[in-house]
């Protein structure tokens, strides 16, 4: 069953289309309140989401402004769309603004703002794709060898008439869009996983 990692307030959330984890080897338990959201990684804070009307960043672009102040603040942001498929499709900022500081703008106007130790992923812009894509239906899940699917490349989860999808990850990374699971181990293998068991109780790199 999916579960939301956002705030509480409203029916949808414009936050990260995925969060790499810090550390596969730990859950990440998250707590979720009117218009905060709050992600753990080893006990230790991974990100925040806000959706609280007015909050602001330091450069001052605040919940309610419309995406141009993103743009214009911070012009090595990554902006574009985010979602799709069987979800809503919506415009999305990131960047990274210090070591280990990466801020995600969502909506236009914004409608929420994440920030977090880890890379934030999922906006996609209008280069054309030329990774390969490996598909797995409901219950299924590969350990591709290495070299086999790498970093760039597209896994796509058909589960329950809805159709996920993530990119592979760099080594030693996971990422995750509920219930799929995609981490890519030291050694370039990679272990893909739409649904069943391993999806329901564990984090990528655990496997």
């Not at 330091?58 to 995406?67: I, L, M, N, T």
């Not at 799709?84 to 409608?111: H, M, N, Q």
């Not at 760099?170 to 068991?197: H, L, Q, W």
């Amino acid at each position: 069953m999916d579960e939301s990692a956002s705030p509480l307030a409203g029916d949808f959330s414009h936050g990260p289309w995925s969060i790499p984890y810090a550390d596969g080897q730990c859950r990440s338990p998250f707590f979720r309140y009117e218009h905060a959201a709050f992600g753990f990684n080893c006990e230790k804070l991974l990100w925040i989401e806000i959706t609280e009307p007015g909050a602001a960043t330091r450069e001052g672009v605040a919940v309610g402004d419309p995406q141009a102040a993103v743009e214009s603040l911070y012009p090595d942001a990554t902006c574009g769309t985010a979602g799709g498929g069987e979800w809503e499709e919506y415009p999305a900022c990131s960047l990274k603004v210090a070591p280990k500081r990466y801020v995600w703008f969502g909506g236009d106007p914004i409608t929420t703002i994440a920030i977090a130790v880890v890379p934030l992923e999922g906006v996609s812009v209008d280069d054309p794709f030329s990774g390969r894509v490996f598909t797995l239906e409901a219950g299924e899940f590969v350990t591709y060898p290495p070299g086999e699917a790498e970093p760039g490349d597209r896994i796509v989860c058909e589960i329950e008439g809805k159709r996920i999808e993530e990119y592979v990850p760099p080594p030693n990374t996971g990422v995750s869009t509920d219930p799929m699971y995609v981490s890519t181990k030291a050694d370039g293998s990679v272990r893909a996983e739409c649904g069943g068991i391993h999806a329901e109780t564990a984090p990528p790199g655990s496997w």
